[in-house]
């Protein structure tokens, strides 16, 4: 009987390192955002810095707003940042992303689209300890633009 139930101890031990407490079961995520990308100053020699704000509708949160910086090399193209989704309760998914950015002209106001990857890296209330990632697109012109966010996080409020 001893060996027994010491097999089953080094069973759940092992399991329980093979297999860590995980954020829940992944489920898909989207989010359409109109978007309000402002300038605020530079980020070195051919860097935009930006403050990019919205509104907007994602599954599993409903009405959403997102806040944050993002940083555009304008000579490689190339886009990094941070977002704050915040749903209409509170609860919170923030995000890194990085991708790509092509103008289609040489003027501020000219159309731009962009295209990347993102992922989580914080959340509060049902998405506390979320996980998850996706594919991020979209298109600015002027003052306004358009997001898309396409992926999964994992399913909220599954640690609660």
């Given at each position: 009987?001893?060996?027994?139930?010491?097999?089953?101890?080094?069973?759940?031990?092992?399991?329980?390192?093979?297999?860590?407490?995980?954020?829940?079961?992944?489920?898909?995520?989207?989010?359409?955002?109109?978007?309000?990308?402002?300038?605020?100053?530079?980020?070195?020699?051919?860097?935009?810095?930006?403050?990019?704000?919205?509104?907007?509708?994602?599954?599993?949160?409903?009405?959403?707003?997102?806040?944050?910086?993002?940083?555009?090399?304008?000579?490689?193209?190339?886009?990094?940042?941070?977002?704050?989704?915040?749903?209409?309760?509170?609860?919170?998914?923030?995000?890194?992303?990085?991708?790509?950015?092509?103008?289609?002209?040489?003027?501020?106001t000219d159309p731009v689209s962009f295209e990347g990857?993102?992922?989580?890296?914080?959340?509060?209330?049902?998405?506390?300890?979320?996980?998850?990632?996706?594919?991020y697109s979209g298109t600015a012109a002027g003052p306004?633009?358009?997001?898309?966010?396409?992926?999964?996080?994992?399913?909220?409020?599954?640690?609660?």
């Amino acid at each position: 009987m001893n060996i027994r139930i010491q097999r089953v101890g080094l069973f759940l031990v092992g399991w329980l390192i093979a297999f860590p407490a995980s954020a829940g079961e992944l489920v898909p995520f989207r989010a359409v955002i109109h978007t309000e990308p402002v300038p605020v100053g530079s980020c070195g020699p051919g860097c935009l810095d930006l403050n990019i704000s919205g509104l907007g509708q994602a599954t599993h949160m409903g009405r959403t707003e997102i806040d944050g910086p993002s940083q555009v090399n304008v000579i490689l193209g190339q886009q990094t940042g941070t977002s704050t989704l915040t749903a209409a309760n509170g609860d919170t998914l923030v995000i890194a992303f990085a991708g790509t950015v092509v103008f289609e002209g040489p003027e501020p106001t000219d159309p731009v689209s962009f295209e990347g990857r993102w992922d989580v890296i914080s959340g509060t209330g049902r998405f506390d300890d979320a996980i998850g990632s996706g594919t991020y697109s979209g298109t600015a012109a002027g003052p306004v633009g358009i997001l898309l966010l396409v992926g999964s996080v994992s399913s909220p409020g599954a640690n609660k």
